[in-house]
């Protein structure tokens, strides 16, 4: 940088110019999407949240728990940064690519996720109620084929892994409602 002395500045926390000026890098607001799963897994479950707004984050960290139609997984930090807003709740079921969450950033690598300036804020993710059920993809899928509303449904036991309600549970519902 035009012949500027360069060294650790004291604390040995970065480089810095002769005359201790610290460098800072230039950081940006990133929307990260929900995963892709492949071509047979369209959305995925929030099984849990281990984030919120505020928190400092660093590459690889678990951030949440994600479940498809065939596997329940971990979902990392892409790099280092403040996470900013989380744009979905535990339960949500969401499309792959729907916005996921928002982060401050310094990781280049990652500029192509930039929300551009002037971009509504998002809506912040509806409160869901201590005791709101958990439903797997394929409950859910059965449900809307059986014309019923998730949100409507009360009275169903959740005997699914972690206490989601799975589809032999919702197998269970419908047929008592027939009865």
């Not at 990392?76 to 744009?87: F, H, I, K, S, Y």
């Not at 993710?125 to 084929?145: N, S």
Request: aromatic share 4%.
């Amino acid at each position: 940088m035009g012949g500027e002395a360069r060294s650790l500045d004291q604390r040995g926390a970065g480089p810095t110019l002769a005359g201790n000026k610290t460098l800072r890098m230039e950081t940006f607001l990133i929307e990260v999407p929900m995963p892709s799963m492949g071509a047979t897994a369209n959305e995925l479950t929030v099984v849990s949240l281990k984030t919120q707004p505020g928190d400092r984050i660093t590459k690889g960290q678990r951030l949440a728990e994600l479940e498809s139609d065939k596997s329940i997984f971990e979902f990392e930090a892409p790099c280092d940064g403040t996470v900013q807003a989380v744009l979905v709740a535990a339960g949500d079921v969401k499309p792959a690519g729907a916005p996921f969450l928002r982060i401050e950033t310094a990781e280049a690598a990652l500029r192509h996720l930039e929300v551009k300036a002037g971009a509504a804020a998002p809506a912040a993710a509806a409160a869901k109620p201590a005791a709101a059920l958990i439903w797997t993809p394929r409950a859910t899928k059965l449900l809307q084929e059986a014309g019923v509303d998730p949100a409507t449904v009360t009275g169903i036991e959740a005997t699914g892994p972690g206490g989601r309600v799975s589809g032999d549970d919702v197998a269970r519902y419908l047929a008592a409602r027939k009865s």
